[in-house]
């Protein structure tokens, strides 16, 4: 669940210079949020191994190095708040208060698991916390999440939608087809991209740079500060070809 927040209620004419005035978060606000992303880092580091026992079937995207964002990101949403997200989303479920049991209930294909098991990992659903998954599409979450904010904003709720998204699905037709309609229509909707600095990093892929003319095309790994692309996990070859680096 969300908890206190001192960005609640923060309006337009609120940001900016007077936002420096206000007073920090609690001390229990800090440590809810730390807890949370201790939690989520606990568990993916646990799902990993789990996957890498072969006790976990399909895909598995872990989240490590993005707790911060996603904690940091849900925690402004208020209960009722919509919250959507892409395949990489075990640590968006744990933020937004699905027990970790019931998560990792739903990795291991159980019926116990907060999707019935049917679901797995890029798949995780839970509509008593309006957390409405989880899209193995790249991009197919966008025009999703639009539509719900439009549902919110015909019956007149006051419920706002948060997207997020990796740095990939701004290559997709979606991308641009529901950024233009949530501004047309001014959609209740926040989109929030999350950068892991290329795409599909997360398969431990290598990046095929353009080739220079008359030379060889050499490949170069992808890097990173923090770590979050140290997961790894998803089983595929290293060799995957990725035409497109969308370093950003
Ligand atoms: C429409 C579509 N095309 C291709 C894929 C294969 N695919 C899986 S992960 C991925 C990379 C996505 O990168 P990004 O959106 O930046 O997310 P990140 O893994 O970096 O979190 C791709 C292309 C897909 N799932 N959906
Ligand atoms: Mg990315």
Not at 10 to 17: K, Q, T, Y
Not at 50 to 67: D, Q, R, S, T, V
Not at 243 to 248: E, K, Q, R
Request: proline share 4%.
């Amino acid at each position: 669940m969300a908890t206190e927040d001192a960005t609640r209620g923060r309006g337009p004419d609120d940001r900016g210079v007077q936002a420096e005035q206000r007073p920090l978060p609690s001390r229990e606000t800090y440590e809810k949020v730390l807890a949370k992303m201790l939690l989520i880092r606990r568990f993916e580091e646990r799902a990993g191994e789990m996957y890498a026992k072969a006790k976990i079937g399909g895909f598995l995207h872990l989240c490590i190095g993005e707790e911060a964002t996603v904690v940091g990101a849900t925690q402004a949403l208020r209960d009722t708040d919509f919250l959507m997200s892409t395949y990489r989303e075990h640590g968006q479920a744990l933020a937004r208060g699905t027990e970790a049991k019931v998560v990792m209930a739903e990795l291991f294909g159980k019926v116990d698991g907060c999707s019935g098991g049917r679901g797995g990992s890029m798949h995780l659903f839970d509509f008593e916390r309006r957390f409405l998954g989880g899209y193995g599409i790249v991009g197919g979450n966008l025009p999703l999440a639009a539509g719900v904010a439009l549902a919110s904003d015909y019956t007149e709720t006051e419920d706002a939608t948060l997207c997020m998204f990796g740095d990939g699905a701004t290559n997709q037709g979606t991308f641009g087809e529901t950024m233009n309609l949530a501004a047309l229509w001014h959609l209740p909707i926040v989109f929030m991209v999350i950068t892991r600095n290329t795409t599909r990093d997360s398969l431990g892929c290598r990046i095929r740079l353009p080739r220079p003319r008359g030379r060889r095309s050499v490949p170069a790994t992808t890097s990173s500060a923090d770590g979050s692309n140290s997961s790894g996990c998803s089983g595929t070859s290293t060799q995957t070809s990725c035409p497109v680096s969308l370093s950003t």
